[in-house]
């Protein structure tokens, strides 16, 4: 599957779920409000010039979105050149403003993923990460897992907000802006190496992490459960390094979803 198939799928996907296209945004990280984020150097995300529907201070033109967003990455600039990961590269995204949320979320991800009408994957080369703490979000990837005949204990892991909260650890340490926790779903890479079992208690946290240390594992697709409005502000305005001190986490005026899917990189799993 190449790059132009999987965009057309992905589009035509959501749109049979009720959502309408938007256009990206400038890699200079204006929000939809015509506001620069001066938070960004670029706009790194999909999610990016949504902040103001996030927020409830601007009113979306739909209550359901599909973008796909040009993306420039500073922060994984030492990690560019290895076999997942590009400085430039294009995300497909779904967003949801005060509509559905974790349930429906999870939901068409699996369909997406799994349906033979889109992508045909086998759902035991599959697997889930959830925050630590998100029981709801667990349970619902387990109906579907176990619905297909998998334990859920060997395709659902459980990690810290440093993996599964977006922003990366934000939970505790900012930047200010709309976070919560997320779900990242994983592709097993090799043709040549059968996925792991998928038995109860055959195969465990450890030997996932293991694996998806060893790029057997690759992140495909992020779920984002937009639940909250980190407040901060600056430790120290002029070394802005030191971060930032926390002084509220109030819920957002509604809930959303906000995903993220790599195009190139899953093109690339997907296609072996």
Known sequence: M????????????????????????SLVPYDVTG?????????GSGMNQFKPFFRGVAQPPHNRLITCQKCLRTGD???VGDDSHLTLFEMLGNFSFGDYF???????????????????????????TVFEEDDEAY???????????????????????????????SF????????GPNSEMFYWVPDDVPPPSTE??????????RDEAAGLWLEVWNDVFISYDWQGKLRDPARPEKGYEKT????????????????????????G
């Open 2 to 25: 190449n790059v132009s198939e999987l965009r057309a799928k992905y589009l035509a996907f959501f749109e049979s779920k009720g959502h309408q296209r938007f256009p990206a945004s």
């Open 35 to 43: 506001r620069l984020d001066e938070s960004l150097l670029f706009n």
């Open 77 to 79: 600039i030492e990690e």
């Open 102 to 128: 974790k349930k429906d979320a999870v939901a068409y991800s699996w369909e997406f993923l799994t349906s033979p009408q889109w992508l045909a994957r086998d759902p035991k080369r599959m697997s889930f």
């Open 139 to 169: 349970g619902y990837w387990a109906e579907h897992v176990g619905e297909a005949g998998i334990a859920p204990e060997s395709r659902i892991f459980r990690l810290d907000e440093e993996t599964n909260y977006w922003p990366a650890g």
């Open 172 to 179: 505790t340490k900012g930047p200010p802006g709309p976070c």
């Open 200 to 209: 109860p208690g055959a195969y465990s946290r450890e030997d996932w992490l």
């Open 248 to 271: 509220g986490l109030p819920n957002l005026p509604f809930q959303s979803i906000d995903t993220g899917m790599g195009l190139e990189r899953t093109a690339c799993a997907l296609g």
